[in-house]
């Protein structure tokens, strides 16, 4: 009978384990290729999350993707330090709840391995990122 509550807390040790974070070391720093439908994932990210879509309008890509080395851990995002993302800089205009358009407003977007992996420095919804790793629309081709 002692034997039972030693295994359950071994069980639970290995379990806990093995849903850490990896280390630092065993992240793979790169972003991937140059994100070359990006313009299209983050049309389609957009059209799926904005409580309006319909209203978008006055898109434009501020900056296009450019390689940057993160300089800090981003544990809401899970990214490391010394990661790299593409990162993208977009403008657009979007009606709000009330129906009245906010004006031109600037967003960041991250994509590593051609998916979107951060939009304005916050980890992208489950729902969305479930639908267009298991094909989606927005499913960029590989």
């Not at 807390?9 to 140059?34: D, F, R, T």
């Not at 993160?70 to 977009?90: A, K, M, N, R, S």
Request: proline letters at 9%; a negative charge; aromatic letters at 14%.
């Amino acid at each position: 009978m002692k034997k039972y509550p030693f295994i359950c807390i071994c069980l639970c040790l290995l379990l806990l384990a093995a849903c850490a974070a990896p280390p630092h070391e065993a992240v793979n720093p790169h972003p991937g290729p140059y994100p070359k439908n990006y313009e299209k994932m983050i049309r389609c990210y957009l059209e799926q999350t904005l409580a309006n879509p319909e209203s978008l309008k006055n898109f434009k890509i501020q900056k296009p993707p450019e390689k940057v080395t993160l300089d800090t851990y981003y544990g809401f995002v899970p990214l490391y330090e010394d990661q790299e993302v593409w990162e993208t800089f977009i403008v657009f205009n979007v009606k709000n709840d009330e129906g009245q358009y906010i004006g031109p407003d600037l967003h960041v977007v991250w994509i590593r391995h051609n998916r979107i992996v951060a939009y304005d420095y916050h980890y992208l919804d489950l729902d969305y990122r479930i639908k267009s790793r298991i094909g989606g629309s927005c499913r960029p081709e590989e």
